[in-house]
């Protein structure tokens, strides 16, 4: 086997990691504070990286810890959006879906902050992922819930994020950099839970069995997996991977909670995921080239 192929199972396995996570969370949240989970899950995975980074503090210098540290606060503020979102869900696959659009987000935000106008794949894509939406929110009469609000806000601050990570991850080493951003969503997640959250007298053991889970499963090693595959696959298969996790996450959602998919939302879920696999083979560059042999006036 091939160490391109090795990584592509690394990141397969990265994406079922993630989508167990969502079930881990879910199951934690029933004994714990959401906010003060988030704080404890993302503090803790946090300090297991952080031997593996010592040998990285020394060279780099302060003010790019401090600016990965602001960037890490736009990754608290959609991990902390996404915990409550699932908080007040009981439908978690199209809360994943709705999650992915953070990719289609992503050259939107771009456009705003950076004046980086999106390329025609992308404009492509929104329309579908736009009626996408719509049909998830239709067993709804039409109005959006509480929960797909904060998933797509959720999903914003992720866009966000990237835009921003993106930059610094070239200039800092990506395990540190994890590692820094990891810490800081756990000291916002604790903060916030001691301003608004109370916690309860007795956590039943079960429950830190669910948390262990989450830390080691679904945030540690997740993390560990994905750089290490990224490390030797290319950007773009790399991304047509990773959209495998909301389809593991409705799967694992409908055996484990019996989430009900009526036929608007299934077919809304297929429309994001085919817009998000428009967008990534229409930007792959083999694929342009294609296009272009194929037709001499495609731009």
């Given at each position: 086997?091939?160490?391109?192929r090795r990584a592509e199972f690394l990141l397969l396995f990265t994406t079922f990691c993630?989508?167990?996570?969502?079930?881990?969370?879910?199951?934690?949240?029933?004994?714990?504070?959401?906010?003060?989970?988030?704080?404890?899950?993302?503090?803790?995975?946090?300090?297991?990286?952080?031997?593996?980074?010592?040998?990285?503090?020394?060279?780099?210098?302060?003010?790019?810890?401090?600016?990965?540290?602001?960037?890490?606060?736009?990754?608290?503020?959609?991990?902390?959006?996404?915990?409550?979102?699932?908080?007040?869900?009981?439908?978690?696959?199209?809360?994943?879906?709705?999650?992915?659009?953070?990719?289609?987000?992503?050259?939107?935000?771009?456009?705003?902050?950076?004046?980086?106008?999106?390329?025609?794949?992308?404009?492509?894509?929104?329309?579908?992922?736009?009626?996408?939406?719509?049909?998830?929110?239709?067993?709804?009469?039409?109005?959006?819930?509480?929960?797909?609000?904060?998933?797509?806000?959720?999903?914003?601050?992720?866009?966000?994020?990237?835009?921003?990570?993106?930059?610094?991850?070239?200039?800092?080493?990506?395990?540190?950099?994890?590692?820094?951003?990891?810490?800081?969503?756990?000291?916002?997640g604790l903060l916030l839970s001691t301003s608004v959250e109370a916690w309860p007298s007795?956590?039943?053991?079960?429950?830190?069995?669910?948390?262990?889970?989450?830390?080691?499963?679904?945030?540690?090693?997740?993390?560990?997996?994905?750089?290490?595959?990224q490390q030797r696959v290319t950007a773009a298969n790399a991304a047509i991977i990773m959209?495998?996790?909301?389809?593991?996450?409705?799967?694992?959602?409908?055996?484990?909670?019996?989430?009900?998919?009526?036929?608007?939302?299934?077919?809304?879920?297929?429309?994001?995921?085919?817009?998000?696999?428009?967008?990534?083979?229409?930007?792959?560059?083999?694929?342009?080239?294609?296009?272009?042999?194929?037709?001499?006036?495609?731009?």
């Amino acid at each position: 086997m091939t160490l391109e192929r090795r990584a592509e199972f690394l990141l397969l396995f990265t994406t079922f990691c993630a989508s167990a996570g969502w079930i881990f969370s879910k199951e934690v949240i029933q004994g714990l504070p959401p906010f003060g989970f988030m704080g404890l899950r993302f503090l803790t995975a946090s300090l297991i990286l952080l031997p593996f980074c010592l040998k990285h503090f020394k060279a780099v210098a302060l003010g790019d810890v401090l600016r990965s540290m602001s960037v890490g606060c736009l990754l608290g503020g959609a991990l902390l959006c996404w915990i409550y979102a699932i908080s007040v869900s009981d439908t978690l696959g199209e809360g994943a879906f709705i999650m992915s659009l953070s990719v289609l987000l992503a050259p939107l935000v771009a456009w705003g902050l950076f004046k980086h106008k999106p390329v025609r794949e992308f404009w492509l894509s929104l329309p579908f992922a736009v009626i996408g939406l719509m049909l998830l929110s239709l067993s709804q009469g039409w109005q959006g819930s509480i929960s797909q609000l904060w998933f797509l806000l959720a999903a914003f601050f992720l866009a966000l994020h990237f835009n921003f990570n993106s930059r610094f991850a070239q200039r800092m080493p990506v395990m540190l950099l994890t590692c820094i951003q990891l810490f800081v969503t756990g000291i916002m997640g604790l903060l916030l839970s001691t301003s608004v959250e109370a916690w309860p007298s007795a956590i039943p053991s079960a429950i830190w069995g669910w948390f262990a889970l989450s830390v080691l499963f679904a945030t540690s090693l997740r993390y560990l997996t994905q750089t290490m595959g990224q490390q030797r696959v290319t950007a773009a298969n790399a991304a047509i991977i990773m959209i495998l996790e909301p389809i593991w996450t409705v799967l694992l959602s409908i055996l484990w909670y019996k989430e009900a998919m009526p036929a608007a939302k299934i077919l809304g879920c297929s429309l994001i995921l085919f817009s998000l696999l428009l967008y990534r083979g229409l930007s792959n560059p083999k694929i342009r080239a294609l296009i272009k042999r194929s037709d001499p006036h495609a731009s």
